[in-house]
Nanobody, 121 residues
Framework: QVPLVESGGGLVQAGGSLRLSCAPL????????MGWYRQAPGKQRELVAV???????NYADSVKGRFTISRDTAKNTVYLQMNSLKPEDTAVYYC???????????????WGKGTLVTVSS
């Protein structure tokens, strides 16, 4: 298991900013892609942004130009800087990573428990 610890969610007014962070609890042998998904009430979970182990980012069209994903490889931490937030960004944001906990473990996907982001109009 790879428990992921997220932080940084909260309540913000439209136009404001928040920064999310996520890191695995404990030592991990290897981590490939890391990213963020979100799920708004009554909607399916959707990709927000993902970043490869080489630092190449990819974004959902709805957040391009407003959100920036980054990672600190040494700390196994992924960040999501969210600017110009809109009420429609309100959702639970989930951290995700492809990781192998130990040297002989297969790479598989792991999820955080989610952090709530609420954007008021």
């Amino acid at each position: 298991q790879v428990p992921l610890v997220e932080s940084g969610g909260g309540l913000v007014q439209a136009g404001g900013s928040l920064r999310l962070s996520c890191a695995p609890l404990g030592r991990i042998f290897s981590i490939n892609d890391m990213g963020w998904y979100r799920q708004a009430p009554g909607k399916q979970r959707e990709l927000v942004a993902v970043i490869t182990s080489g630092g190449v980012p990819n974004y959902a069209d709805s957040v391009k130009g407003r959100f920036t994903i980054s990672r600190d490889t040494a700390k196994n931490t992924v960040y999501l800087q969210m600017n110009s937030l809109k009420p429609e960004d309100t959702a639970v944001y989930y951290c995700y990573c492809d990781a192998a906990p130990g040297k002989i473990d297969p790479v598989r996907g792991y999820w955080g428990k989610g952090t709530l982001v609420t954007v008021s109009s």
